[in-house]
Nanobody
Framework: QVHLVESGGGLVQPGGSRRLSCKVSGVILTIYAWGWYRQAPGKQRELVAVITVSENTNYAHSVKGRFTISRDGAENTFYLQMNSLEPEDTAVYYC?????????WGQGTQVTVSS
């Protein structure tokens, strides 16, 4: 069994910062990518950021320069540092790890950006 548990969501004011964490546990042979996705009400789930096993990163255009994805292999945890948050960033954020042949998802954590 593989489990991903997100934490760090909550209410934050516009312009504020938040760091999401995703703890990975269980037996996984090889992870080749770690990613963060989000889904706002009435919208499809979208990729926010991804980091590969070779440390290459990719970001959605809307978060580039504001969000940073990173990982700590020793702790089996990866992160999404979110700065300069905007109301449009309000969504449920999901973490995902990509392995062969399966992807594994966390349960999601709500981030609400509002004054």
């Amino acid at each position: 069994q593989v489990h991903l548990v997100e934490s760090g969501g909550g209410l934050v004011q516009p312009g504020g910062s938040r760091r999401l964490s995703c703890k990975v546990s269980g037996v996984i042979l090889t992870i080749y990518a770690w990613g963060w996705y989000r889904q706002a009400p009435g919208k499809q789930r979208e990729l926010v950021a991804v980091i590969t096993v070779s440390e290459n990163t990719n970001y959605a255009h809307s978060v580039k320069g504001r969000f940073t994805i990173s990982r700590d292999g020793a702790e089996n945890t990866f992160y999404l540092q979110m700065n300069s948050l905007e109301p449009e960033d309000t969504a449920v954020y999901y973490c995902k790890v990509s392995t062969e042949p399966f992807d594994y998802w966390g349960q999601g954590t709500q981030v609400t950006v509002s004054s």
